[in-house]
């Protein structure tokens, strides 16, 4: 199933919501939006017949594409109406009713549908000269569909490495680092992607032998785009016990300061710091001087592409190449990736066209693990497709896994789709936490309830299906065993940044990109190394979706800018700004009604602007300021509210009426105060509270509040001069 294909689908879904009713009816374009929703069903049915076809076929790709731009102007002009009938709705009653009276604006929105409607049967006249018109009935689930889902659900979940092989190499590599010359020595990891260096590596790091032989350690992952100074900070914290004062000089601190510090707190430790995914020499010359030779066997170890890179950090040291994967060792990884948590791994019936398929993968582990995750619970049918569907060869010395890796893709249900391409907002070796990702998917609308299940809980199912496909990685579970957080690999973050790309649904721009983005794309990234280069814009569409900024260090956002950022894109659903320093949110936030996703970090704000009460859709507020943060009275009309997080010691002012909030899960960061009174204990889908008391009298409000929060699953109470 193709990702038109699921956005047609999340349409449909959309033009079902029982919200949009009550606004199609004021606009008076009933009969026309249930005229779309009909055509887009019918167009459902040719969209699995045209993505078989469209690889071979650039005009059936077209077919596709006008697919694809048609939905997107569907959704836009629904989403128009929504944000106009909120706004509305924002100026009172009487404003409300005139829309009966306001005949432009019912006119343009007419006419758009119309056009739109224009488009649609333009687009089925030409199936029959795209040659898809003759087709089965009924695209349906693909065969990766309900039944596998709830094989998987049953099924436990992987561990965080399945390590097949190499067994010798790492007993070689632990004495490496623990034994042998006293200098300083970097040992190395070589390889092509996907061989399994950051694996191999991260088995000896946490191995109890090496970690009781050195004083200290930190894991740093590097990559293509990286900032010297943020990752000596990050060193910097990783290594040394720091209280909030030193904190904040450290993010002060150029990068000969932070060097000269790390240098010489580690003079007097035996260390072990590990450089994942270096690629370049000029990398290495910013860091080593950060890692002194004192003779006392401490170790530098770091995992390339480049053997180059490798010879040039230590001379004297034999670069470590890793190899392929033996046919036995190939096939006890693929068994353990396909066959999770049953026992007599392979059938019989599959073992030979098994077999034939890992050969195809030539001991390179990505592409097995991949491979295992896409054949997991499949019929011996869909076996034999797979296997005649993988062609693909050795080039200049290297395994091109692309077929494999975009088979994988394909064969995700519509659901997991706009899931995986999403990751592809994430940097480069990025760590991503579970509970983020999912309030991001939660935002941007690919989740919806399932009975019992909250949207946290499907979130966290979409994930785990995703990490059993081995199109995730697990990092870290949480203390109920449950996902903590995740990593994609670089080759499948190249494969979603390449399909979002091509279908519109999201363009990621680095330093040296920083131009409008491509016309009807609905997500923007911006990854950032030098914050000084942060500038947004005109855009050169008003349509976007998602803004999503990662800045190394800190980027300073001008008044004037950070009032168009927000200015200018009117169905903005998620704002992400991660190390951009801003000192005030504009008023205008307010006027982003469809905004679910607000995050700030690393900002010097003092206060949120009573507008933001306006924002009766945002689900997630994240605030992370160097300063405490009044919090408006006004957050208590802001119904949909899931998760409202702080830094530490959010001022709540006034007495606002949160226990209207009723979705309330996560409160983290706040300073009790009177709006306790009456409304802490109401707030019953409370699933975490970390709070700050500092009188007598907040403590007897929260002590009686305290008790009737049934369905708290984690508390933390910080108590500050209470007598």
Same mark, same amino acid.
């Given at each position: ?13 959309? %033009? ?8 199609? &009816? ?34 059936? =790709? ?17 989403? /128009? ?40 049967? *333009? ?16 695209? @349906? ?17 992987? +561990? ?75 060193? /910097? ?17 150029? #990068? ?23 690629? /370049? ?9 950060? &890692?002194?030779? #004192? ?14 890179? *490798?010879? &040039? ?79 693909? +060869? ?38 991503? =936490? ?33 990490? +059993?496909? $081995?199109?995730? +990685? ?49 997500? %923007? ?11 947004? =814009? ?12 990662? *800045? ?9 800018? $950070?009032?168009?950022?927000? @200015? ?8 992400? %700004? ?24 690393? /900002? ?20 992370? $300021? ?75 409000? &929260? ?21």
């Amino acid at each position: 199933m193709s990702i038109v294909e699921s956005i047609v689908k999340l349409l449909l879904q959309k %033009l079902a919501d029982p919200i949009l009713q009550e606004a199609i &009816f004021l606009y008076g374009v009933g009969d026309q939006v249930e005229w779309l929703e009909a055509e887009f069903k019918r167009m459902q049915c040719f969209l699995e017949d045209a993505d078989a076809k469209q690889e071979g076929d650039r005009r059936v =790709k077209g077919w596709v594409g006008d697919v694809r731009d048609v939905a997107y102007d569907a959704e836009d002009v629904i989403d /128009t109406i929504l944000f106009k009938v909120a706004n509305l709705r924002r100026t009172g009653i009487k404003r409300y009713a005139c829309i009966f009276n306001e005949l432009k604006p019912r006119h343009e929105v007419g006419s758009k549908i119309e056009r739109i409607k224009a488009k649609i049967r *333009a687009i089925s006249e030409s199936r029959s000269t795209y040659g898809i018109e003759n087709i089965g009935q009924g695209a @349906g689930t693909s065969s990766s569909g309900l039944s596998l889902q709830e094989w998987r659900l049953t099924s436990p979940l992987s +561990q965080e490495t399945d390590f097949v092989g190499f067994e010798k190499e790492l007993e070689m590599l632990v004495a490496q680092l623990t034994e042998g010359e006293l200098r300083r020595c970097v040992v190395s990891v070589v390889g092509m992607g996907g061989l399994g260096k950051t694996t191999l590596t991260k088995k000896l790091y946490n191995a109890n032998t090496v970690k009781k032989h050195f004083h200290t350690h930190a894991w740093i992952s590097v990559s293509q785009e990286y900032s010297a100074r943020d990752l000596l900070r990050t060193i /910097t914290k990783r290594c040394m016990v720091l209280s909030k004062e030193e904190l904040e000089l450290v993010e002060k601190m150029d #990068v000969v300061d932070l060097r000269d510090k790390v240098s010489e707190y580690l003079k007097e430790k035996r260390y072990l710091m590990v450089l994942d995914d270096l690629w /370049t020499k000029e990398a290495w010359n910013h860091l080593k001087d950060a &890692f002194p030779d #004192v003779n006392n066997g401490s170790r530098v170890m770091l995992t390339t592409r480049n053997k180059g890179v *490798a010879l &040039f950090a230590d001379p004297r040291s034999q670069p470590h190449e890793l190899r392929f994967l033996t046919n036995e060792e190939s096939w006890d990884l693929f068994c353990k990736k396909t066959f999770l948590g049953q026992d007599g791994g392979c059938p019989q019936d599959l073992e030979k066209r098994g077999r034939e398929i890992v050969e195809k993968c030539h001991g390179l582990p990505l592409a097995i693990a991949v491979i295992g995750g896409l054949l997991s619970g499949k019929e011996e049918r869909e076996w034999e497709n797979i296997r005649k569907s993988i062609s693909w +060869q050795f080039v200049e010395g290297e395994v091109q896994i692309s077929s494999i890796l975009s088979l994988s893709y394909k064969d995700l249900p519509y659901y997991l789709k706009p899931c995986f391409l999403y990751l592809g907002n994430f940097p480069e070796d990025h760590e991503f =936490k579970a509970k983020e990702l999912i309030r991001l998917w939660a935002a941007e609308g690919f989740l919806k309830e399932k009975g019992e299940l909250t949207l946290e809980e499907v979130g966290e199912d979409y994930l785990m299906q995703l990490v +059993q496909r $081995s199109m995730v +990685q697990l990092i870290r579970r949480n203390s109920s065993r449950g996902i903590k957080s995740c990593r994609i690999h670089d080759l499948l973050r190249d494969l979603s940044i390449s399909e979002a790309k091509e279908s519109k649904f999201l363009e990621v721009q680095g330093d040296n990109g920083n131009a409008p983005p491509a016309s009807r794309v609905r997500r %923007l990234a911006i990854h950032l190394n030098d914050p000084r280069k942060l500038k947004i =814009k005109q855009p050169s569409t008003p349509h976007l979706r998602s803004m999503l900024i990662y *800045a190394q260090g800190s980027a300073l956002l001008e008044e004037e800018q $950070s009032k168009f950022l927000i @200015g200018g894109f009117e169905l903005l659903r998620v704002l992400y %700004l991660d190390g951009v320093e801003i000192r005030e949110l504009p008023k205008q936030i307010g006027e982003l009604i469809h905004l679910r996703y607000l995050r700030c970090t690393k /900002t010097k704000l003092k206060t949120l602007p009573s507008s933001i009460g306006n924002l009766i859709n945002l689900q997630t507020l994240l605030v992370e $300021s160097r300063n405490r943060v009044e919090v408006p009275e006004t957050i208590g009309k802001m119904h949909q509210l899931r998760h409202l997080q702080f830094r530490e010691w959010g001022e709540i002012g006034g007495h606002p009426r949160l226990d209207k909030i009723s979705n309330l899960q996560t409160l983290s960061g706040v300073n009790a105060g009177k709006w306790m009174e009456g409304c802490l204990g109401k707030l019953t889908n409370l699933r975490k509270l970390k709070i700050f008391i500092d009188t007598e009298a907040d403590a007897e409000l &929260f002590s009686k509040a305290i008790v009737d929060l049934k369905c708290l699953h984690h508390l933390s109470v910080t108590v500050k001069d209470v007598t």
